[in-house]
Every structure is written in structure tokens, then in C-alpha cells.
């Protein structure tokens, strides 16, 4: 007899119907009591099941592999009967597939005593929502949390080594071969994969939502220097990590209309009969702890339709046709962020934002109405996180979900919704907080539309009874925008009125929201509305899985076999007292040689087998890093430029006859390495990708150059890249313009794995350098106060650049490095001559250059100080733990406390 989670829902089922009493007595009693798990109807399960029953399936109960032997034994089983493989024919990827397997099937058996505790003692859940989970790879960081009975984490991982070593395959190629799962692209992604990493570690009762992207954002090609996007295939083959709940489908409507009946208010109860319904089908991954059997839940949404084939279309010889329904829906999940640039690309994007909120949204009430509580309290057992805007549907879902299926009156209804949800907001710049045509809007959810009138109507009437008569406020802070051609949804308005906390992810960003977008809302709620909660990162990946070799080296160094410094970050603070001790110095630094070697490697797999970088020379050579999304905020083009600078600067000595060994103490060995993606649509993003690649063409085949520069571009920048790169850096660059970075979380993982920061004080910047000390973080430009008033000097005073700049600026429009095509990078060049560079790049530039000069000199002439420095970030950097983040999120917007294991 198998039982099923829940009843599964035929697509003829109405919305109303989703929301049915899961004790209903059409749901058998036994799969009622097995799903729900009441704390109360715990022991009466016993009662349920017949006692030799019972025997029989704890004699056959699964248990975990706790030696070497039992793991083999479960490797071998999932390679011959999971895998339909032998001993003949398992190479590398059947090896992956066997191990990942085995090590889930550990992961599985705490995740289902996770879950049954979780529910059984029925405290109060956090959902965390994002349209980003940029996990990376699996299996390594499965081993590096997992516990076994009789092995804590860390030491689980040395015994599959060992064991699959033993029979013939090597961890470090298993490991390759597993795919970077493609659900995510940026730091916003990034940040929700620590974050659920740290709910587990901590263990809270805590699920993420997201989408299982088919897709992900796209596989980044650079081809004649120019990105090319193609799709990423990365579910070429199965997915050990996921878990496909095909019982769990959730129809989800769109388009349609509103039939009211007999009401004509919109604050009572309608029913939305959908034009179109595709399904929402589940798809869990297991999500362990660090040095706990706590193992949570991330659920993903894959888009389905009603009907796969028209059989009568097939028949008819309508083969195209016959699939459309197939095609529509799936192309929900599809892809990351589709491409937003014309019509149809903006309705598929907010296609997928209402698909994956109301799916959720559907699986957290449905959760919550099994416990029979009143909805008053479904605050107090419910917390949803809404990581930046893409979620923001989920509040008007809420709502309608409340009134017109459970019936609740509009306010009662509002006052649950507002204390359920908070708002973390990711941006201070008006361009890129989400807006949405309220024509579009009302097309694809004409329900949803009535229902943001009225709360935005209500919102209003408040603000007039606190501030009358001020007619600006109100149109100001209105969630509908009325000034724009066509009125648009202002997204982020409508998380904040719908919220009860609004944060922001650096003390910098989040006093700038309260005095910039936000300034009205504080003027209208208060400041105790706003808060702040510093983002972090998750040391198991970014220190124990990117960088071992460091993690062994402090492991030994603080005398921590168990890397309990993993779990409580202020232990590296024993490291201070080792920062000029020369020998540990020593250690430290052969540390770096070994991942910046490696790094070389990764670059010369990537150029065809080809050395860009003389490995003889590596020690002696400066690995300066700038890998994150391309934007012109983030200043990737201040980097090129300063690059080219340099370039330049080196030609005109040699050709002033100046000899070269002169010229090389001067500007010594370094190489400029760059990474990450341009959004499909962003064409200066895309421009500043192939100046870069351009640059690099002209630089690396220079042999007058003798390798003292050198450009590197790494393609399809991803998670795994990412932990080779980052430990590899000596300096990484976090140089946006001041006032636009929310935060960065790149910058702390190149902290925590010793690299030093060139950086603006903008972002978590200004909190590394706290933390850290001036003294340790190079620090250049100008100011976030000063940059709106350099702004309107631009637009009204002739822009004069500095000579430096202008003579990079020449050369670039001589055509030097794109002699085919020289006007190939005027739009990059007007921007900061004749469109008022708004990223201040012109104001930046000789700041930015002359503190460059200082890195050099201190790097070649002082290696001692320069180790000095990297010791000391690595020893003050466990302020920036994720670990930190989820106790402030539970302590001071959750109120939510760990469920520890028995």
C-alpha cells in the first residue's frame, strides 16, 4: 500500500476547490493522518497501522550508510539497479549519479524526520521566496554538511573519498562531473542559497520557493568577443538532487474575467474564472545542515499544461498545433528573467512571478489549514520573506486567496496579510525597482487588478487623514504611478504597503532607501518600519568547499579538528596574533600559489589548452579579479579603462626608450581578470563584454609586453567557477559607484578567502572596512553624498575629463583595439563624454588609478605587510557570516526561534 502526500487535483478542479478541507471525508482517514501529522494524531498513527505491520516495516526500515563498506554497498546497488549499469560500464558521470544518489538517500531519511518533527511540534514556519536559488553544485557541499551516526560533517566527506577510491575512481572527477544547477545568476541568487543553507544550519523550521527554470538564465558564449546566449542545458541528464512530487499539481489561472453575481463591491468575495490554466508541478531538493540532522526543503515550480496533446489537431495533420498548449506552458519555466524588451517578453515575466507566487502560496495555506487554527494565527505560525519585488504577487494572492475563497472580510483579511509578510529590498535606484502596465496587468489577472486598487485606495485614504490636504504625497507614494504615458504598478510600493518590515542589506543602502525611494513611506509609517540586516555568506561553501587548503591550514592553526570555526566565525579572531609571524606567513601564502595555480589552470582549460599566464612567473604576478553581473553601476568599465591606462602607460616608456627592466618595476607582473553575464537586452553591458575581450586580444598578444600584463575574460561565469576564482584573487575590484551597490556579497567571499578589496565606500564596503580596518581594504572616489550634485554639474557645465582619461578615451575611439570596426565603442565613449556619465567614471578615474599605483607598490616591495593585511581581513571577516544574518532576520522580523532535533 503506498500513500500519497496529499490527494492529487484534477485540472478540472476550480481555485475554490485547492483551498477544500484537507479533512474532508473524501481524503482517506489513513492518508489524512500520514500527511498532516497533528501533533495530537501522532499517536494515533500507532493505533492506524496493524502492530505486525508496524514490525515488519521497522525491521525493513532504510538506514543510513555510516562506514565505508555500507557505502559501497549502496554505491553498487543504485549503479546496478538504479543506473541499470556494472562494474564494466560505470565511468565518471554513472560514479556521480551512484554517489549523489547514495549520499541523498542519507540526506532523505533526516529530511523526512525533519519535516515530521517540524510538523508534529508545530511552531512557526519561514518561507523564503525568491526567484533566484544560485546553488551551485550539490554533491560536495551535501558531503561537506552531512552527518552520518557515527561521523559528524567534514568527516563524512574523507570517508566517501576514501571509499569510492577504493573502488577505483577519484572524488575530485566525480565531483566535475555534476552540472552548476542553473536556477539563478546574480548575488541576489546567491544570497538566497546561503540563506537556506543557514536556516538548516540553524536550525529553523524554514522552506525556500522558487522555479525550476529549464534553461536557467543562459549559457554565456563569447564568440569574436562579443557574448552569445545560448540555453544551458544543464537537466541533460537526471538530477540526482531533486525530487519530483508529480502528485503535488496546483492549477494556476490567468487571463479571463470577474464574475461578481450579485455583489458589485469589489472588497466581497468573486470568483476569477481563468481564461487559460497551466499546472504548477513540485519539485524538492533536500537542503542539509552543518553539524545537525536538520535537513530543509527548497521547492521549486515546473510549469505543465492541462494538456500535453491534441490528439484531434495530430489526426488532422495540425502537427504544430497539436503541442501548442506543451509549448505555452512550459515556456513559463523556461528561462530566467525572459527578455523584457518588448511586449510579449514583459507578459511572460510577470506570467512567471504570479505562476510561482500562487503556486506557493497555495502549498503554505494548504499546510496551515491542516492544523485547524482560526486565521487569526496564521501570522503567528507563518513568516514569508519576499527577496526584492519578483514576489510581490504574493501578497495580493494572499488577499484574494482570504476573501474570495476563505470569505474573510477585506480588512480582517488585509490585517493577516500585512503581519505575514516583510520586504527586502535589493536596489536605491528608481530605474530598477519593477513597474508593471496596468493594461497588461489587468489582462493577465483582472482579480489581481481590483484587488491592488483597493488596497492602494485604502492606503491613500490613510494618507490623507495623516497628511491632508497634501495632494503631492499622495501622488507620489500612490502604488498606481499616473504620470508615466501608460499608468503602471509600482511593485516595490505595493511590498512596502503590504509589508510589516521593509530591509535593507547594508547599514549604507538601508539609511539610503530611507532618505531616497523610501523617504515618504518613512515619513508616513515611521522609521520603525524600516530596518536593516547586513547581508552574508555561508563559510561552509565559500571557505571549506571553495578554498580547502585555507580551511585545513586554520583548522590545524586554531587547533579546531571538528571546524566548529565554521559555525561560530569570531574563533578567526585567534588568527591576529599569527599575522606577521613569518613562518604562518609562509603557510598563508603557499596557500594562495596553490589556488592561483590552480586558477591558471581553469583559464588555460578554458583558451584551449593554451598558457595564457607563464606558470614560472605566477608567484610574482598580481591576480586582480572582477567577476559579478555586467552593469554599468557596478563599473566593469572603469576597470577596462584603467587597464588600457596602464597598457598605454607601459608602450609610451618603452618607446620613450626607458628599458624594460625599469619599465617592470614600475608596473610588475599582473593580470586583469573578468567575469559574468550582461542581461540579453542590455546592450552597453554587452558592449563593455566585448571591449574587454577586445582589449585582451591587443594586450596578450603584445610581445613587446614580455607577459607583464596580461586580460583574462572567463566565460559563463557560474558557482563553481566562482570557487576556483575567488580563492585564486590578491585584489578583487568592487568599485560602483557610490550610492548604487545595496550591498555586494562578492566582496566578503574574496575577504574570507584573503583577497583584498580595491572598492568605493559604497555597500558592504563601508561594513568590511569597519570590520576589517581601513588600514586593510583600498579605498578610492567619491562619496554617496557628493554624486547627485556631480550629476547636475554634468548636465549643465561642459564635461571635462582628465588627461588620463582622455588620452584612454582617444585610443579607444582611434580604434587601437578595434581596428576593423573604430567606432565599434563610441556609445561607451559618449556616455562619459557627452551624456553626463552618470556613473561618474570621469570623477572616479585618476582616484582610481593613483590607489592602484599603491597596491603595486605595496604587493612587489612589501610582501610581508601585503600577508600582513590578508591574514587580518580572514581574522575580522565573521561578522559577514549568513549565520549572523538569519538570527537577526529571525530575532527582529520573524519572530521565530530554531527547532533544534531531539
Known sequence: ????????????????????????????????????????????????????????????????????????????????????????????????????????????????????????????????????????????????????????????????????????????????????????????????????????????????????????????????????????????????????????????????????????????????????????????????????????????????????????????????????????????????????????????????????????????????????????????????????????????????????????????????????????NHTVMQEALEKWPVGLFGHLLPRHLEIVFDINWFFLKEVEEKFPHDVDLLSRVSIIEESSPERQVRMAYLAVVGSHKVNGVAELHSDLIKTTIFKDFVKIYGVHKFTNVTNG????????????????????????????????MSKLTALRDLAEDEDFQEKWNDVKQFNKLRLADLIKELNGGVDILERDHIRNTLFDIQVKRIHEYKRQQLNILGVIHRYLSIKEALASGVKFEEVAKKFPRKVSIFGGKSAPGYYMAKLIIKLINSVAEVVNNDEELCDILKVVFIPDYNVSKAEIIIPASDLSEHISTAGTEASGTSNMKFVMNGGLIIGTVDGANVEITREIGEENIFLFGNLSENVEELRYAHQYQPQKLPQSLEKVLNAVESGAFSPDSPSEFQPL??????????????????????????????????????????????????????????????????????????
Open 1 to 424: 500500500m503506498s500513500f500519497d502526500r496529499r490527494p492529487s487535483l484534477s485540472t478540472s478542479q476550480s481555485n475554490d476547490l485547492i483551498f477544500k478541507d484537507p479533512n474532508s471525508p473524501h481524503v482517506p482517514r489513513l492518508t489524512r493522518r500520514l500527511t498532516g501529522f497533528l501533533p495530537q494524531e501522532i499517536r494515533a498513527i500507532d493505533s492506524i497501522i496493524p502492530a505486525e505491520s508496524r514490525k515488519l516495516w521497522d525491521a525493513h526500515k532504510v538506514k543510513k550508510f555510516n562506514e565505508p563498506s555500507e557505502f559501497q554497498d549502496r554505491f553498487i546497488s543504485h549503479v546496478e539497479w538504479t543506473l541499470a549499469r556494472s562494474l564494466y560500464n560505470c565511468d565518471d558521470l554513472a560514479a556521480y549519479e551512484a554517489t549523489s544518489n547514495s549520499v541523498r538517500d542519507n540526506l532523505v531519511i533526516d529530511w523526512n524526520l525533519t519535516q515530521q518533527r517540524q510538523t508534529a511540534r508545530d511552531k512557526k514556519r519561514v518561507y523564503y521566496l525568491s526567484l533566484e536559488f544560485l546553488m551551485g553544485r550539490a554533491l560536495d557541499n551535501a558531503l561537506i554538511n552531512m552527518q552520518t551516526d557515527t561521523s559528524s560533517s567534514g568527516e563524512s566527506r574523507e570517508m566517501v573519498k576514501g571509499a569510492i577510491g577504493d573502488l577505483g575512481f577519484k572524488l575530485e572527477d566525480v565531483l566535475k562531473q555534476e552540472p552548476d544547477a542553473a536556477l539563478g545568476n546574480g548575488g541576489l541568487g546567491r544570497l538566497a542559497a546561503c540563506f537556506v543553507d543557514s536556516m538548516a544550519t540553524g536550525d529553523y523550521p524554514a522552506w525556500g520557493y522558487g522555479l525550476r527554470y529549464q534553461y536557467g538564465i543562459f549559457a554565456q558564449k563569447i564568440i569574436n568577443g562579443f557574448q552569445v546566449e545560448t540555453p544551458d542545458y544543464w537537466l541533460n541528464f537526471p538530477n540526482p538532487w531533486e525530487i519530483e512530487r508529480s502528485e503535488i499539481h496546483v492549477p494556476i489561472n490567468f487571463y479571463g474575467y470577474v464574475d461578481r453575481s450579485s455583489n458589485t463591491s469589489t472588497l466581497t468575495p468573486a470568483e476569477w474564472l481563468g481564461g487559460e490554466r497551466v499546472l504548477a508541478v513540485a519539485y524538492d531538493m533536500p537542503i542539509p545542515g552543518f553539524k545537525t540532522s536538520t535537513v530543509n526543503n527548497l521547492r521549486l515550480w515546473s510549469a505543465r499544461p492541462t494538456t500535453e496533446f491534441d490528439f484531434a489537431k495530430f489526426n488532422s495533420g495540425d502537427y504544430r498545433n497539436s503541442v501548442e498548449q506543451q509549448q505555452r506552458a512550459e515556456s513559463i519555466t523556461a528561462v530566467l528573467y525572459p527578455n523584457d524588451n518588448f511586449e510579449q517578453g514583459k507578459e511572460l515575466r510577470l506570467k512567471q512571478q504570479y505562476f510561482w507566487c500562487a503556486a506557493s502560496l497555495h502549498d503554505i495555506v494548504r499546510r496551515f489549514k491542516k492544523t485547524r487554527r482560526p486565521w487569526s494565527e496564521f501570522p503567528d505560525q507563518i513568516a514569508i520573506q519576499l527577496n526584492d519585488t519578483h514576489p510581490t504577487l504574493a501578497i495580493v494572492e494572499l488577499q484574494r486567496i482570504l476573501v474570495d475563497l476563505e470569505k474573510l472580510d477585506w480588512h480582517e483579511a488585509w490585517g493577516i496579510v500585512t503581519a505575514t509578510f516583510a520586504y527586502t
Open 829 to 902: 565613449i559618449d556616455s562619459i563624454k557627452h551624456h553626463g556619465d552618470y556613473y561618474l567614471v570621469s570623477d572616479d578615474f585618476d582616484s582610481y588609478v593613483a590607489t592602484h599605483e599603491l597596491v603595486d607598490e605595496l604587493y612587489h616591495k612589501d610582501k610581508k605587510s601585503w600577508l600582513k593585511k590578508s591574514i587580518l581581513s580572514v581574522a575580522n571577516v565573521g561578522f559577514f557570516s549568513s549565520d549572523r544574518c538569519i538570527e537577526e532576520y529571525a530575532g527582529t522580523i520573524w519572530n521565530t526561534e530554531p527547532l533544534k532535533p531531539e
Open 537 to 568: 555568506i555561508t563559510p561552509r561553501r565559500w571557505l571549506k568547499q571553495a578554498n580547502p587548503k585555507l580551511a585545513s591550514l586554520i583548522s590545524k592553526t586554531l587547533n579546531d579538528p571538528e571546524d566548529k570555526f565554521l559555525l561560530d
